[in-house]
Every structure is written in structure tokens, then in C-alpha cells.
């Protein structure tokens, strides 16, 4: 069994942290630009892509600061994926930090497949 490797790549988003929260913090947010549609019960999302669906569970969120997942399929390890906003103290440029795991020789395929989600949720948004 491979080790998933945990990466993190932050994005530098023209955005309010409010307005950007609602894109990653909501299902309907999430729907305009990460999935086909997102539906949630309390803690348990699903995720629903090309009539296929996947679940995951939020393990913490601070509304308008960030959000964790876990995707229910990976029981015996502890990856998750989080989207966490973080704005410079002296120049007010807010940043999207995605946190993720993927499998060694995965690795690069994983960081391009949220490069370009995010240039989605940039174009969704108009924060270019």
C-alpha cells in the first residue's frame, strides 16, 4: 500500500474571505464550481459528478475561515481535504490554501486537478 503524501498549494484569490467562504463552505457554493451538485445532511455531504455520487463528512469548520473533509471511502487513513482562507495582516490579499493527500505517483496529477479547480472557482467568480 502506498503512503499518501499531504500537499498544500495556496492560491491568491480577488475575493472578499466572506464571498469566498460561501463557494467552499455551502453545497450550493460548492455546486457553481467543484462538483455536478452538492447536497448536505448536518455533517455528511455528497458530492455528485457525472451521475456518480461520493460522501464526505466535515471534520471541522470555522465558518468564514475554513472547512475539512473526509471522503468516507478512505476509512483506514487519515487524509482528508480542507480550503482555508488566509488574508495578509499588512496587505489585505487573501490567499485559498487547499490541503489535500494523494498517492506518490499521483502526486503531480493531484496538484494540476486543483489548479484547475480553482481557476473554475476564480472564473465562477469573477476574481481573476
Known sequence: ??????????????????????????????????????????EMYTFIWDGSEEKAKVLQERPGEKIKFKWLEDVNDKTYFEFRIEVDEITKDVSLIVTDFADEDELEESKMFWKNQIEELKHTIGAY
Request: proline share 7%; no cysteine.
Open 1 to 42: 500500500m502506498l503512503t499518501k503524501i499531504k500537499f498544500e498549494i495556496e492560491f491568491p484569490i480577488h475575493a472578499s474571505p466572506h464571498m469566498l467562504y460561501q463557494y467552499f463552505g455551502t453545497p450550493s457554493g460548492l455546486s457553481e464550481w467543484f462538483a455536478d451538485n452538492v447536497n448536505s445532511r448536518g
